[in-house]
């Protein structure tokens, strides 16, 4: 048999690895003990919620009895009207609206233009002036109040509503917080590609900027939002009853020689109603935008 009569094997193509993902295209279902792990923490969550509105429903003698009250009373609206007008909170709420507002916005957009600045830019000392920013947030803020008071004093401002902003109208953590998702979020080409295009820095961050960095502009929104509202160190030393706040207000529901219970629990509900409906409104869009950024990650 001569070589030319011998039929070698072709080679076959190889053929491309696939690798085969568990559960590719179908939809994942919660089990019982998800639904149970869940449902725990849920309750452990809404548990100091539901007390106060048990307490805020009943009376002070009721509430020191043994055991203590385990469902709502007829008292609710009685109390909350005595925490009003008691506390003042028509004038408060206004104000805490005012300085969470104010301090929400600008916060959220002043540390979208650092956060952008240090993540997109190049300018000199730029990391040292970074780890300054970080830096800050290692020093107690107790350690601020002496200097801050005796300067808002000069300014001539006590007891005036901008003590209260002027201190936070930029954050460190909002400005590292914003930092590190533009670095990831925002590609360097999308900018490159304005700048061609002919836009102003200007321009720039409005039609790229903001609109890359909306999923966390939400979420620091709300965290700053929950926080000015609820703050209480600095406004209690810079405010008065005269012109107060709704955390500064409720403190005066403690006062007297024998506070009211019931009443101090309906003021603490209606502090907090503010935030559980501003949640209502606004926590589908703030989760979609968690869940966007999560995406684009």
Not at 49 to 62: E, G, K, N, Q
Not at 241 to 258: E, I, K, M
């Given at each position: 048999?001569?070589?030319?009569?011998?039929?070698?094997?072709?080679?076959?193509?190889?053929?491309?690895?696939?690798?085969?993902?568990?559960?590719?295209?179908?939809?994942?279902?919660?089990?019982?003990?998800?639904?149970?792990?869940?449902?725990?923490?849920?309750?452990?969550?809404?548990?100091?919620?539901?007390?106060?509105?048990?307490?805020?429903?009943?009376?002070?003698?009721?509430?020191?009895?043994?055991?203590?009250?385990?469902?709502?009373?007829?008292?609710?609206?009685?109390?909350?009207?005595?925490?009003?007008?008691?506390?003042?909170?028509?004038?408060?709420?206004?104000?805490?609206?005012?300085?969470?507002?104010?301090?929400?916005?600008?916060?959220?957009?002043?540390?979208?233009?650092?956060?952008?600045?240090?993540?997109?830019?190049?300018?000199?000392?730029?990391?040292?002036?970074?780890?300054?920013?970080?830096?800050?947030?290692?020093?107690?803020?107790?350690?601020?109040?002496?200097?801050?008071?005796?300067?808002?004093?000069?300014?001539?401002?006590?007891?005036?509503?901008?003590?209260?902003?002027?201190?936070?109208?930029?954050?460190?953590?909002?400005?590292?917080?914003?930092?590190q998702y533009l670095v990831q979020a925002l590609p360097s080409e999308l900018i490159e590609a304005a700048r061609v295009d002919g836009a102003s820095s200007l321009r720039v961050v409005w039609h790229?900027?903001?609109?890359?960095?909306?999923?966390?502009?939400?979420?620091?929104?709300?965290?700053?939002?929950?926080?000015?509202?609820?703050?209480?160190?600095?406004?209690?030393?810079?405010?008065?009853?005269?012109?107060?706040?709704?955390?500064?207000?409720?403190?005066?529901?403690?006062?007297?020689?024998?506070?009211?219970?019931?009443?101090?629990?309906?003021?603490?509900?209606?502090?907090?109603?503010?935030?559980?409906?501003?949640?209502?409104?606004?926590?589908?869009?703030?989760?979609?935008?968690?869940?966007?950024?999560?995406?684009?990650?």
């Amino acid at each position: 048999m001569t070589t030319s009569e011998l039929t070698l094997p072709q080679a076959q193509p190889k053929k491309p690895r696939t690798r085969r993902v568990m559960g590719a295209g179908k939809q994942l279902h919660a089990g019982p003990v998800t639904y149970l792990v869940l449902g725990v923490f849920a309750l452990v969550s809404l548990a100091p919620l539901v007390w106060t509105a048990i307490a805020a429903s009943r009376t002070d003698r009721r509430l020191a009895q043994t055991p203590p009250p385990l469902w709502f009373g007829g008292n609710l609206f009685k109390n909350m009207q005595a925490a009003w007008d008691q506390a003042g909170l028509g004038t408060a709420m206004l104000n805490s609206v005012i300085v969470a507002g104010t301090i929400t916005v600008s916060t959220v957009v002043f540390s979208t233009l650092a956060g952008f600045a240090f993540a997109k830019l190049r300018f000199k000392f730029s990391g040292v002036l970074l780890l300054l920013t970080i830096g800050t947030m290692m020093i107690p803020p107790q350690l601020a109040v002496v200097p801050l008071y005796l300067w808002m004093s000069d300014l001539g401002w006590s007891n005036q509503l901008q003590t209260v902003i002027l201190p936070t109208l930029v954050t460190a953590f909002g400005t590292f917080f914003m930092r590190q998702y533009l670095v990831q979020a925002l590609p360097s080409e999308l900018i490159e590609a304005a700048r061609v295009d002919g836009a102003s820095s200007l321009r720039v961050v409005w039609h790229v900027v903001f609109p890359a960095a909306r999923p966390a502009m939400a979420v620091l929104g709300l965290l700053t939002f929950v926080f000015a509202w609820n703050d209480f160190l600095w406004p209690i030393i810079a405010l008065t009853q005269q012109n107060p706040t709704v955390q500064v207000a409720l403190n005066s529901l403690g006062t007297g020689y024998v506070p009211d219970q019931a009443v101090i629990m309906a003021g603490a509900l209606l502090g907090t109603l503010p935030l559980l409906i501003a949640f209502l409104l606004f926590g589908k869009q703030i989760v979609g935008g968690i869940m966007a950024g999560a995406i684009k990650g």
